[in-house]
Structures are given as C-alpha cells and as structure tokens.
C-alpha cells in the first residue's frame, strides 16, 4: 500500500471533518469557508434553496469536488490528496437515475456488483433483493418500474459495495409518500448498522428524519443542529389563525411592522414575528376582534426555513 492510500487513524467517530471549504465556479463563491463535522452513524441533512451549494458541498465533502481553498478529512482520509480512497468507500446516489432501463433489476444489481469487482456478484445482488423487498419485482426491467421502486434499486446499487458513507442528492423528489417513508425506514436501518448518511433535501417531512440538519443559503450555513435546535434557535413566536378571509388577511399582516412571516398553511395562516413583543403588539387588535381566531402555537421547521429563506432574501436583494 503507497502511503498515500494509508488513512488518518480517526481519533473519535467523526467521519468528516472540514474546514474552511471554498469553492466558486468562475463567478461568486457558491460555498463560503464551511467548516463543518459529521459522526459516524448520523443521518445528516442539508437543506436549502436551489443553488444555495448543498450538492457542491456534498461533492466536496467527499473528494469528488475539488475545493479552491480549505482542507479536512473525509473517512480519515484527506479530501484534496486521497480522493481515490475516499471513493472507494462512499456511495453516491445522485438526483437522475443512472441504472440501465431495458435490464431487469437483478441484471443492474448482478452488473454493479461486477463493476465493484465483488467476489460473489449473484449472491450480493440476490442479497441487496431481499434486503430491499424487490424480490416479486427481480425481473422486471428498470425503466417499467414506478419511480418509488427505481428509487428503492438505485439504493441498492449504492449500498452494494458496503460503504461507510452515503450521499443521497434529492433522493426521493417526485416519488410518492409511502414509497418515501419506505425509503427513509431503510435509510435509519443503515444508518443504525453504522452508515453514516448525507443528504439533500427540499422536503420537511425528510429534514425531520434526520439526525443533524444544515441549512445553506449563498454558500453559507445559516442554521445547525437537530431539527429541535434549528427550531428553538430561530426564536420565532407563531400564531396560528383560522377562519374566514385569510389570504386578504395575509396580505394586511405582511405590511405590519413585527409580523416577519406570513405562510398558508391549508386551512390555517402561520404567522410568525422574530420579536414576539413586537409580533403580539402589532396584531393585539386583530386578536382581540377577530373575525379569525389566533391560536398561540410553536413554530415548526418549515415556518423557521420560510423565514430564513426570507431574511436572506432581504440580505442579498
Ligand atoms: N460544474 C459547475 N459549473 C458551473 N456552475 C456550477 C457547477 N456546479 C454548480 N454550479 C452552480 O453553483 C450553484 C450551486 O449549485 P448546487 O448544485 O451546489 O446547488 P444546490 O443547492 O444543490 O441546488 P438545487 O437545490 O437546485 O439542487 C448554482 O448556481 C449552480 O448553477
């Protein structure tokens, strides 16, 4: 073995550790110094709004991506020198589906097993079958099955080769709910088994499965920590309103000084203030008159990434 190939011993179960990772693409950064860790087993999640970095982080964090500046280890080993290594034990599972769709799902198994140079393709792939609940299903071809099965068989591919690291780029966009939910059950199995997952998001229900969540906007990390963090660090006061007229109520609320964010939320209007002094003057006579009824409430993570989202519209407008 060279001894570049030889890994950094970790010294605890930090599987990543960055920092100050920059990156542009010619134009403006699109990541800004990120300094950031991930321990072995977590599921982490990044979130955003589209083009904020999150899969240039991903990609960079993992040595598929060289950064213009910073430095750090991924699976102990040295994100800018030892990027082979890297990939040898991390499994990437990006947003367009990748596997071949006139073989069946055994085919694409049994031939990602052979790229990985495995010892006992057949039997890998008929393992990753079971494991997945594909087994009615190892026949068909790839590009018959819906979109929550090819999901389900490009993590399979990914999982194949036993990696330590996942990376899932939107992995479930377009893909219905229950199928997600499948998804995710399998993901926390793995990730109990000592996978250690990173993944990029759009939705909510996902960013509350996670272990850790990160939220970039233009490169940076506006929020970190569990979702109850991201939550209670935002220190957002919401009140929550049913009734008649909402959305003319809404657009009334958006012009009040102390009422930061306004979101329709089905039935109910959210509205939330970044003050609450400030939140409860401004609409104590709205309260007190109705005709909608305002219920006190707690924010969720979506009230608090609208209303990061917002204030970092406001920075870079
Ligand atoms: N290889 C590249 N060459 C040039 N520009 C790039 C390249 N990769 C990404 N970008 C640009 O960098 C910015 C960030 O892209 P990135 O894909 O990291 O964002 P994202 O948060 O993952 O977005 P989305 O949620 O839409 O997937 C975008 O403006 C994108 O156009």
Not at 212 to 238: K, N, R
Request: one cysteine or more; glycine letters at 10%; hydrophobic letters at 40%.
């Amino acid at each position: 073995m060279s001894a570049q190939a030889v890994a950094t011993e970790p010294e605890s179960d930090i599987v990543i550790d960055v920092e100050g990772l920059t990156k542009s693409f010619g134009g403006p950064p699109v990541v800004k110094n990120l300094t950031m860790q991930v321990h072995k087993g977590l599921i982490y999640g990044f979130l955003g709004p589209n083009g904020s970095g999150k899969t240039t982080t991903l990609r960079m964090l993992c040595g598929l991506l060289t950064p213009d500046s910073g430095r750090g280890t991924c699976l102990g080993y040295d994100i800018r020198t030892q990027t082979a290594d890297i990939k040898r034990h991390v499994g990437y599972m990006t947003q367009r589906f990748s596997l071949y769709q006139d073989l069946s799902i055994r085919e694409n198994l049994e031939f990602v097993a052979r790229i990985y140079n495995l010892d006992h393709p057949r039997q890998a792939a008929q393992d990753a079958i079971v494991r997945l609940g594909l087994e009615n299903r190892a026949d068909q071809l790839a590009g018959d099955l819906s979109g929550g099965w090819k999901q389900r068989l490009a993590l399979g591919a990914c999982i194949l080769p036993q990696p330590e690291l996942l990376l899932l780029d939107e992995p479930t966009a377009g893909v219905d709910p229950k199928a997600r939910r499948d998804f995710w059950d399998e993901i926390h199995k793995l990730a109990h088994e000592g996978l250690t997952v990173l993944v990029s998001t759009h939705y909510m229900d996902e960013a509350e499965r996670c272990h850790e969540i990160t939220y970039i906007a233009y490169g940076e990390i506006l929020a970190h920590g569990s979702v109850a963090q991201v939550v209670a660090d935002a220190h957002l006061s919401t009140y929550t309103v049913t009734g008649p007229d909402l959305s003319d109520l809404a657009e009334y609320l958006k012009t009040l000084d102390g009422v930061d964010m306004v979101a329709p939320f089905g039935v109910e209007l959210h509205v939330s203030g970044r003050d609450g002094a400030k939140l409860d003057t401004a609409t104590a006579t709205l309260r007190a008159e109705g005709p909608q009824v305002w219920t006190q409430g707690e924010p969720t993570l979506e009230d608090v990434f609208i209303d990061l989202m917002s204030k970092t519209k406001d920075n870079y407008a």
